[in-house]
């Protein structure tokens, strides 16, 4: 199995906008994604298995630190540890580019995600409440500093 991880491109944005489809009740469209690969301040990766696209993460700097505003593996990839291979990528990348602190938000029932940011290191700071729509629900606000 050949595993690789690699810079989001236009090419490949009918396979992630699937994805981004199959995951979120509230999928980011085709432009959001266009648009992110046009700013310098925003990086986002692809990770492949045997060439075959199943997910995509990434972050945007503001100059202090990275927000990490969209992590998504296709559904039946899940539990396999690809998103932690990607997770790792996009954090290398960033501490390369000079971000020392990373933050995001993920469901609170979203337990899968929240032990894998806990994994890489990120600590829950607080809670949004109601930050979520389609079901309304709270978000865990997790921060990672290097």
């Known amino acids: ?3 690789e991880t690699k810079k989001l491109e236009p090419s490949d944005l009918d396979r992630v906008c699937e994805i981004e489809e199959a995951s979120f009740s509230m999928p980011w469209k085709r432009e959001d994604f266009e648009d992110l690969i046009e700013r310098t301040e925003a990086n986002y990766l692809v990770i492949l298995v045997d060439d075959y696209l199943i997910g995509t993460a990434g972050y945007t700097y503001n100059g202090f630190e990275g927000y990490v505003n969209n992590v998504a593996i296709d559904p039946s990839y899940r539990g396999k540890g690809y998103s932690k291979v990607l997770m790792e990528a996009l954090i290398e990348d960033g501490l390369k580019k000079g971000v020392k602190e990373f933050t995001l938000e993920v469901r609170v029932s979203n337990l899968p995600a929240n032990r894998l940011y806990e ?3 990120f600590v829950s700071e607080g809670i949004r409440k ?3 729509e389609k079901p309304t629900e709270d978000a865990n606000v997790m921060w990672l500093r290097k």
């Open 1 to 3: 199995m050949k595993l």
């Open 130 to 132: 109601n930050f979520y």
């Open 119 to 121: 994994s890489l290191g």
